[in-house]
Nanobody, 127 residues
Framework: QVQLVESGGGLVQAGGSLRLSCAVS????????MAWFRQAPGKEREFVAG????????YYADSVKGRFTISRDNAKNTVYLQMNNLRPEDTAVYYC????????????????????WGQGTQVTVSS
């Protein structure tokens, strides 16, 4: 059983930055492609950013492209989401997700492609 634990959320003013972390344990980290999703009140959970097993491939939602950066440190079993120039519309609970895939290059962008999820961390951006 794999465990995912997010941290780094909080309250920030518009234009500010936060860095989310997701620590993975229980299974070899390198077998998972990783992603961040978010869910705002009353809305569906949506894809934010993803990174392949090797870290060579990344993919971003259009709404965060150029502002957010996903990265992974396979030695620390951790995936990060650096969020810059935050906007009020980025307010949501952010979830870390893991996709156990044999493909080194694969980055899934839909919820059903991910097998395991963290509990989420709240990000609130004030205007």
């Amino acid at each position: 059983q794999v465990q995912l634990v997010e941290s780094g959320g909080g309250l920030v003013q518009a234009g500010g930055s936060l860095r989310l972390s997701c620590a993975v344990s229980g299974r070899p980290f390198s077998i998972y492609a990783m992603a961040w999703f978010r869910q705002a009140p009353g809305k569906e959970r949506e894809f934010v950013a993803g990174v392949s097993r090797s870290g060579d491939n990344t993919y971003y939602a259009d709404s965060v492209k150029g502002r957010f950066t996903i990265s992974r440190d396979n030695a620390k079993n951790t995936v990060y989401l650096q969020m810059n120039n935050l906007r009020p519309e980025d307010t949501a609970v952010y979830y870390c997700a893991a996709d156990r895939t044999p493909a080194q290059w694969r980055v899934g962008i839909t919820r059903r492609e991910y097998d395991d999820w963290g509990q989420g961390t709240q990000v609130t951006v004030s205007s």
